[in-house]
């Protein structure tokens, strides 16, 4: 058994476990000490995660090449169209199926950011955070500032301190790649739990929003990300479109943190053959920035708190909920509560009060065990598909050929 469960890919055996949670979460509940390994595996994976970009982008930065070629400016620019692109997507499905809530008095704990320059201070003052700090707390910005800052000055070190940053970077992605290695195990504990303990008679009431939100994503996912895809590498996007979707959207539906995420994500760019100057970069920045399920439920649930109260809506006024739900996005994850507790901050543009807006939000986390998982999974696998087509687009652009099917391997 143990020689036939080595020989199968990751992917494999990540189903395997799916599976065996399902069944172990219908007909055995009450097993919960079965749940340790989805908490041991997901806590691993947060307090390796802010090590790995540490090291890893002070390593790159340090020892850095100005002939190396990187791609952080167009894969930048990729994540910034998608997240407005998937807000679009939001607010013309919302229009085409409009959604009415039943609002109750439920309200959050967290206090909603007022405007966008609470949001902008906030993201500025985390990137300026102890970097002890912001490790712990898995503050991905600070961690990308401090590490560039701190590689930038070891430039000038001897090539014996440059090596040892180096041989460091690898020792921490073996320890990656050793936790990584438990995936299947750790999932079968977070889809254990996730069937034993929650119940979907909370969710049925608010059935057809959820369907809007997840056909949106599935929508941004499955059409304008390939589409955005082939326009840059003039190929069939699916087959990479679907090794991210397999590779990365599958962990982080469970995790349900783009944090924990990021090694796994780091893991697939390697074996496709990367630049690991660029996605040691991108991949954490991206779990930061690229936020197109969170604009996606921003935009969402906004507009269903407008037509659940008959507010008419300008298409001005339509198309700077796209702008500002996208720029909220982004500042998501330098939020306690992320993509939820922007919509207040949305629902602002309509006269909506502070107080139905709260009750929004606790509409959101009712709704939030598929909500945010999905949202997730569409977040972190795509910082994986555009960090990798942003590149397999500059070799094209070359001259370089690019051999999908070579570089899709398990």
């Known amino acids: 058994m143990l020689e036939f469960l080595k020989d199968l890919s990751l992917i494999k055996r990540i189903a395997l476990g799916i599976v065996i949670g399902i069944i172990f979460g219908i007909f055995l509940p009450k097993w919960t000490f079965l749940t340790i390994f989805g908490t041991l595996f997901v806590g691993a994976l947060k307090a390796i995660a802010p090590i790995l970009v540490f090291v890893l982008i002070l390593a790159s930065v340090a020892q850095h090449d100005v002939n190396n070629k990187t791609y952080i400016k167009p894969i930048l620019t990729l994540y910034l169209i998608a997240t407005l692109l998937a807000s679009v997507v939001a607010v013309v499905a919302s229009f085409i199926f409009p959604v009415e809530i039943t609002l109750h008095a439920i309200k959050s704990q967290q206090q909603a950011p007022q405007s966008v320059v609470e949001v902008l201070t906030t993201i500025l003052n985390n990137i300026v955070q102890n970097p002890l700090q912001a490790m712990i707390d898995g503050n991905y910005l600070s961690v990308l500032f401090w590490s560039a800052l701190i590689g930038f000055a070891l430039r000038h070190a001897s090539n014996s301190i440059k090596q040892a940053t180096h041989e460091i970077a690898q020792a921490i992605t073996h320890v990656v790649q050793i936790i990584i290695a438990f995936a299947p195990i750790g999932i079968f504990g977070l889809v254990f739990q996730s069937v034993a303990t929650t119940g979907l008679k909370g969710l049925l009431q608010y059935g057809q929003l959820l369907i809007l939100l997840v056909g949106s994503m ?17 190929q069939n996007p699916y087959p990479l479109v679907f090794y991210c979707l397999k590779g990365s959207a599958i962990p982080a539906f469970f995790t349900r943190s783009s944090a924990a995420n990021i090694p796994i994500n780091m893991l697939l760019a390697k074996n496709m053959q990367l630049n690991e100057s660029s996605y040691s970069i991108s991949l954490p ?20 708190a407008v037509h659940t109260l008959g507010i008419q809506v300008s298409p001005v006024l339509t198309l700077i909920l796209c702008v500002l739900s996208a720029l909220s996005a982004c500042g998501a994850s330098g939020i306690a509560g992320g993509s939820l507790l922007l919509i207040p901050l949305a629902c602002s543009l309509f006269g909506i009060s502070n107080d139905i807006a709260i009750q929004v939000v606790g509409v959101g986390f009712i709704i939030g065990v598929i909500q945010d998982a999905v949202e997730t999974a569409i977040n972190s696998s795509s910082d994986i598909l555009f960090t990798a087509s942003a590149e397999f687009a500059a070799l094209r652009k070359a001259g370089q050929e690019v051999n999908l099917k070579e570089r899709l391997k398990d």
């Open 285 to 304: 920045l991206g779990a930061t920035i690229n936020m197109g399920g969170a604009a996606v439920t921003i935009s969402t649930m906004t507009l269903a």
């Open 218 to 234: 599935l929508v941004v996912a499955l059409i304008i990300y390939p589409l955005m895809v082939y326009l840059l590498i003039r």
